[in-house]
């Protein structure tokens, strides 16, 4: 018989405010919704039987984009640092686990299958065959703080250092909605950081501020974030203390990511439940500690429903309406575009032969169907930051043109510094910046 029990999240942590003082909405929920899934970012799950309540398929513009922002805080938290390791722990644990973190009066709502005759019944309460009980994770945390000895004997870290993890978690969250913002499956990239206890204070601000600017850095509007700090009693077992950082969501100030002081309360827990002994030795003062424990943990889907809602925009150009995301270019799901004036053979050729030489570095896409205006247009209301667009004079001069998502700017360069010139500017690089110092520059159209 298998069982699987998904956690309660609001019956056990009743938060006061999700979503707090509703303001006038910044972009339309429901403009972006539509976007998302006329574009491919984002479908209803199983939609072709109608889609199943607060779930999300993401398509081919959306994986791009969650895997980028997996991909720029993977760098940010673990590649960039000294003190920093990464864990991929099974969604499934001993049971035990959650005896230990204090979850288990939280998890409810089992749904049980005899395996013979395939009868299924809700189950509340202990059941008889222990050993069969799994649980699917509610945060991706207690993955680490297991591993904590694993992590410390095998990488030789000396405290503070951290340990980091992306992964998918499960509650049964009784109000779901506002598209991805709150489901029952999403996925989380959650930080663990140890720390001699009596630092714990200073690493928990610096965590604080080091979490707050990477939203900055990938373009999050400043006045759209703010830090809220929970109030006693809304604090989390488990927590000493926590903020919140919160985003300007459409449908009002709501957590992005939380960011709290576990004390050494996951530590002691699993050292009282395992029996292991889970300290370390600080070889200063030649004594056991058991570390302090600071926690920044983001959501990735909302990660990305604010990453859209913040690069969301609308123009009038030339008469028409221009939709764009602003995406930050380490975000955007297409990097290029590769947009040959026509389709005529000798064009397609060196047109074809750009887009193979540059889907070596980049997601880039080909596109010859309609004007090139319309091409522009879909390209920008998916945030692809430079098109590449190659013309009849291209097979005189080999030069071709960029023309720069936001500022709708262009200029021409010859082919062969076309990948050295997009990788500057995809790295941020002003496009008026000439890369190297080159002669080949012809200025802007
Ligand atoms: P909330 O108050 O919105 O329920 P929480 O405080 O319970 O969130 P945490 O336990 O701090 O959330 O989880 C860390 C992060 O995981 C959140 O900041 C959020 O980005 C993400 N997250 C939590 N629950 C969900 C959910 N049901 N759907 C999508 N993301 C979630």
Redesign the pocket.
């Given at each position: 018989m298998l069982s699987i029990f998904s956690y309660n999240?609001t019956e056990y942590?009743s938060?006061e405010h999700?979503v707090t003082e509703q303001v006038p909405a910044k972009v339309d929920m429901e403009k972006l919704v539509s976007l998302c899934q006329r574009r491919g970012f984002i479908f209803p799950s199983s939609e072709i039987y109608g889609g199943l309540s607060s779930c999300w398929d993401y398509g081919p513009l959306g994986v791009e984009l969650k895997r980028n922002i997996k991909q720029a805080w993977w760098r940010a938290v673990v590649q960039e640092r000294d003190d920093m390791v990464g864990l991929d722990a099974s969604i499934l644990m001993h049971p035990q686990t959650w005896e230990a973190s204090g979850h288990l009066k939280g998890f409810t709502d089992p749904l049980v299958e005899c395996k013979s005759c395939h009868l299924r019944w809700r189950a509340l309460g202990p059941i008889e065959e222990e050993a069969s009980v799994v649980y699917l994770r509610p945060?991706t945390a207690q993955g680490m703080f297991v591993n904590f000895q694993n992590v410390l004997n095998t990488t030789r870290k000396r405290l503070p250092f951290g340990i980091a993890q992306i992964g998918k978690?499960f509650?049964n969250?009784i109000t779901?909605g506002n598209f991805?913002?709150?489901?029952?499956e999403?996925e989380?990239m959650e930080i663990e950081f140890f720390v001699k206890p009596g630092t714990d204070k200073e690493w928990f601000d610096y965590w604080l501020e080091e979490r707050f600017n990477w939203y900055v850095k990938l373009g999050i509007k400043k006045e759209n974030l703010k830090l809220r700090q929970h109030m006693k009693r809304e604090l989390?077992h488990y927590a000493k203390a926590c903020y919140?950082i919160d985003y300007l969501f459409p449908m009002g100030w709501?957590?992005?990511?939380?960011i709290?002081n576990r004390g050494d309360f996951d530590l002691v827990q699993h050292a009282k439940y395992s029996g292991k002994s889970l300290t370390y030795l600080d070889e200063e003062n030649k004594e056991h500690i058991i570390p302090y424990i600071i926690e920044p943990?983001?959501?990735v889907?909302?990660?990305a429903l604010a990453f859209l809602c913040d690069a969301y925009d609308e123009e009038l150009a030339e008469g028409e309406l221009r939709v764009i995301l602003h995406l930050h270019p380490s975000l955007a799901p297409i990097k290029v575009a590769v947009l040959p004036l026509s389709r005529r053979e000798k064009l397609v050729a060196v047109a074809k032969q750009i887009y193979a030489d540059l889907r070596q570095c980049w997601m880039v896409s080909y596109d010859d169907a309609q004007s090139i205006g319309r091409r522009y247009r879909r390209q920008d209301e998916i945030g692809t930051p430079f098109c590449v667009t190659i013309d009849f004079q291209s097979l005189e001069d080999e030069q071709v043109t960029i023309r720069e998502r936001d500022s709708m700017r262009q200029i021409r360069l010859p082919i062969d510094v076309l990948k050295p010139t997009l990788e500057a500017k995809l790295k941020g690089e002003p496009l008026d910046i000439l890369p190297r110092g080159g002669s080949y520059w012809l200025g802007f159209k």
């Open positions: 999240a942590n938060k999700s945060e978690a509650r969250e779901t991805i913002f709150r489901s029952r999403f989380q989390a919140d709501a957590e992005l990511e939380g709290a943990s983001a959501g889907d909302r990660s």
